[in-house]
Nanobody
C-alpha cells in the first residue's frame, strides 16, 4: 500500500509565502514523477507543478516565477515553495505521485488527502 502525506497548508496574507511538503511511503518500487494539483471551489482540479525523477519541471503559467517545486528522490518527498501568493491561489492542494509499487506491474497515479491553502487579508 502507498500513502502520500501532505503538510504545510494554512492561511497567509497576499504577498506571503508558504511551503508545502509531501512524503510518499509504503510499497514503492520506483517513482516517475511527483507534483501538486489544486482545486478551488467550483473549479476543476488543475496541475500546479510537476517534477520528474530526472529533475525536469513543469508549471502552470499562473504560478511561473512565484512557485518552485523540488524533490528528494532518496526520501521520496516533494516540496512546493509558494511565494508572492495571491487570493486566486486559494485552493485545496493535492500531492500527486506517478509510481510503480512493489505489488503492481504497472505505473499508477496516487494522491494525497489534500491541504488547504487560503490567501486572504
Amino acid at each position: 500500500q502507498v500513502q502520500l502525506v501532505e503538510s504545510g497548508g494554512g492561511l497567509v496574507q497576499p504577498g506571503g509565502s508558504l511551503r508545502l511538503s509531501c512524503a510518499a511511503s509504503g510499497s514503492i518500487f520506483s517513482i516517475t514523477a511527483m507534483g501538486w494539483y489544486r482545486q478551488a471551489p467550483g473549479k476543476q482540479r488543475e496541475l500546479v507543478a510537476v517534477i520528474t525523477s530526472g529533475g525536469n519541471t513543469n508549471y502552470v503559467d499562473s504560478v511561473k516565477g512565484r512557485f518552485t517545486i523540488s524533490r528528494d528522490n532518496a526520501k521520496n518527498t516533494v516540496n512546493l515553495q509558494m511565494n508572492s501568493l495571491k487570493p486566486e491561489d486559494t485552493a485545496v492542494y493535492y500531492c500527486y505521485a506517478r509510481l510503480m509499487s512493489t505489488k503492481a506491474l504497472s505505473v499508477q497515479d496516487y494522491w494525497g488527502q489534500g491541504t488547504q491553502v487560503t490567501v486572504s487579508s
